[in-house]
């Protein structure tokens, strides 16, 4: 048994676990015995689950164990998945899972590791954002309630299943709530679900234009949760990207729902195409940029001096962009020592936006920040 198993299974409340099994549809039966509930599985009832009502029980952890996998295994899913959403029974577990060439082996390489948790960060903050303030582009994802929300979401362990990532979403982020109102946290991941199922389902039928205009009772899609989903594909396209959710059983989650949405891998060239188009067109106009130095990759000139690429890491709006700019001799030597000595740089430019490194063309005024 995996070690991980039985110190899952001694965390999990009875009630909690209880709770679950009644969201889900589950229906409580008569038991003989005072300190042990027993339910059956929604339909025809085949699968009986047995509960120890009682933490004190020498088997406690033994019968909650035996009760998971009945549970894992009507569900369809992992034993270790689901104890660890019966230990988080007050948060929403989001799933970003990458199945592919990619992640044969059930690993990532760091940078699109990296990559996969800076997108589903940004894609919850646009989708808190749009709860908030519907609109196809936030300018800066700095609403109070959004923030709060992502704030409080905890990485967990990521999951069997080529790569899973794995977030906890908190319910709600204020001290009270009304009866009769979702929580602001399920908002946020529903709404998440949903605009992510409908992008797909858009683009699945050959119909993404219609991302562009809004249609009633349909969540509106936003340039930022475009760039999200296209920040977490490997550079390669090598791989599909499911978001799922298990739904907390505090709070009754409607039948309609949506909890999985597939992104292919030939579907993320679309999607940034809209996240271009989702975008307020502006004036070309110079404006200025201030990041550092990540990456030199010049070359000698006919006269031996370095000049040629360099990426940046600059600030946009709300947003920390990779910048790829043409320099000459002179400013590249700056560049170089910039990057040296990790100082700032500010530059003047049109910026170009890209999927993965962004443009910077007509670049002028480089320089280094003085301390």
């Given at each position: 048994m995996n070690a991980n198993i039985p110190k899952l299974a001694a965390a999990v409340g009875y009630q909690d676990f209880r709770s679950y099994?009644?969201?889900?549809?589950?229906?409580?039966?008569?038991?003989?015995?005072?300190?042990?509930?027993?339910?059956?599985?929604?339909?025809?009832?085949?699968?009986?689950?047995?509960?120890?009502?009682?933490?004190n029980f020498a088997d406690y952890v033994e019968a909650i164990v035996l009760a998971a996998r009945r549970l894992a295994a009507h569900e369809g899913r992992p034993l270790?998945?689901?104890?660890?959403?019966l230990t988080h029974p007050r948060r929403d577990v989001l799933r970003y899972a990458l199945s592919g060439e990619a992640t044969e082996s059930g690993t990532l390489s760091l940078q699109a590791g990296a990559n996969l948790v800076n997108g589903a960060l940004k894609s919850l903050l646009a989708s808190a954002c749009s709860v908030q303030r519907p609109r196809t582009f936030h300018p800066r994802m700095t609403l109070g309630d959004a923030e709060t929300f992502v704030r409080a979401c905890r990485?967990?362990?990521?999951?069997?299943g080529s790569f899973v990532l794995t977030i906890d979403a908190p319910l709600d982020i204020r001290d009270e709530v009304m009866a009769d109102e979702t929580p602001f946290g399920r908002q946020a991941t529903s709404y998440?679900?949903?605009?992510?199922?409908?992008?797909?389902?858009?683009?699945?039928?050959?119909?993404?234009?219609?991302?562009?205009?809004?249609?009633?009772?349909?969540?509106?899609?936003?340039?930022?949760l475009c760039e999200s989903l296209v920040e977490m594909a490997p550079s390669d396209e090598s791989a599909d990207l499911r978001i799922?959710?298990?739904?907390s059983p505090m709070i009754p989650t409607p039948t309609q729902v949506i909890s999985e949405a597939r992104?292919?891998?030939?579907?993320?060239?679309?999607?940034?195409?809209?996240?271009?188009q989702l975008r307020p067109s502006r004036h070309s106009e110079f404006d200025k940029f201030v990041g550092t130095v990540v990456e030199l990759s010049g070359?000698?000139?006919?006269?031996?001096?370095?000049?040629?690429?360099?990426?940046?890491?600059?600030?946009?709006?709300?947003?920390?962009?990779?910048v790829r700019v043409t320099l000459g001799p002179d400013d590249y030597v700056q560049a170089a020592e910039?990057?040296?000595?990790?100082?700032?740089?500010?530059?003047r430019g049109l910026l170009h936006r890209r999927r993965r490194i962004n443009l910077l063309e007509k670049p002028s005024d480089f320089a280094v920040i003085p301390r």
């Open positions: 099994l009644i969201a889900r549809g589950w229906t409580p039966s008569p038991s003989r015995r005072n300190n042990v509930a027993i339910l059956r599985s929604p339909g025809t009832g085949e699968v009986e689950i047995q509960l120890p009502l009682d933490t270790e998945a689901t104890l660890r959403d990485l967990g362990q990521t999951e069997i998440l679900l949903a605009a992510t199922h409908r992008l797909a389902n858009a683009i699945r039928h050959g119909e993404s234009n219609r991302i562009l205009d809004e249609e009633p009772n349909a969540p509106l899609i936003s340039a930022n799922s959710s298990t739904w992104i292919d891998r030939t579907m993320f060239e679309a999607i940034e195409r809209l996240s271009l070359s000698p000139n006919p006269d031996g001096k370095l000049e040629g690429d360099v990426v940046l890491q600059v600030q946009s709006d709300d947003q920390l962009l990779k910039a990057h040296l000595e990790q100082r700032y740089v500010s530059v």
